[in-house]
């Protein structure tokens, strides 16, 4: 039974609790779980992809070859956030694109991932402004 003062969820640690935060009665969430993980983690392999230059389908290849199925249509999915991915599916793909699942699930983009859309929004607005259209 929770105390007064307690603010841990049943059969958690109270204040010792190395997850912290505390527990949203409402969400029955502790309050730093951050639920857009999938979400983040399908947009940063989206960018991150795109910035080290490989396909959908090179990316598919390369799960298959070490050991996990995929297909192009595959990655497509999880890019649209139309599928999520397994623990050890998340593992390789971050491990593929050169990173960790810290870096693709983090409550913001990534610094280089932030400076990468940047520069991509800045090079659009440089063609339109250079055909007429901004």
């Not at 969820?9 to 109270?14: E, F, Q, R």
């Not at 999880?78 to 397994?86: A, G, L, N, P, Y």
């Not at 990468?116 to 259209?133: F, T």
Request: aromatic fraction near 8%; glycine fraction near 8%; proline fraction near 4%.
């Amino acid at each position: 039974m929770k105390e007064a003062n307690d603010d841990s969820a049943p059969g958690t640690y109270g204040d010792r609790d190395p997850g912290g935060g505390p527990w949203i009665e409402k969400h029955q969430l502790r309050e730093w779980f951050y639920p857009e993980a999938s979400a983040m983690f399908a947009d940063t392999l989206r960018f991150k992809r795109q910035m080290i230059g490989i396909t959908q389908a090179e990316l598919a290849e390369r799960m298959t070859a070490a050991g996990i199925p995929f297909y192009d249509s595959t990655v497509a999915k999880i890019e649209k956030r139309q599928r999520r991915v397994h623990l050890d599916e998340a593992q390789l793909i971050a491990r593929i694109l050169g990173v960790d699942i810290a870096y693709m699930t983090g409550t913001d983009y990534p610094e280089d991932v932030r400076e990468w859309l940047n520069e991509q929004h800045r090079q659009q607005l440089n063609v339109r402004r250079s055909s007429g259209k901004a």
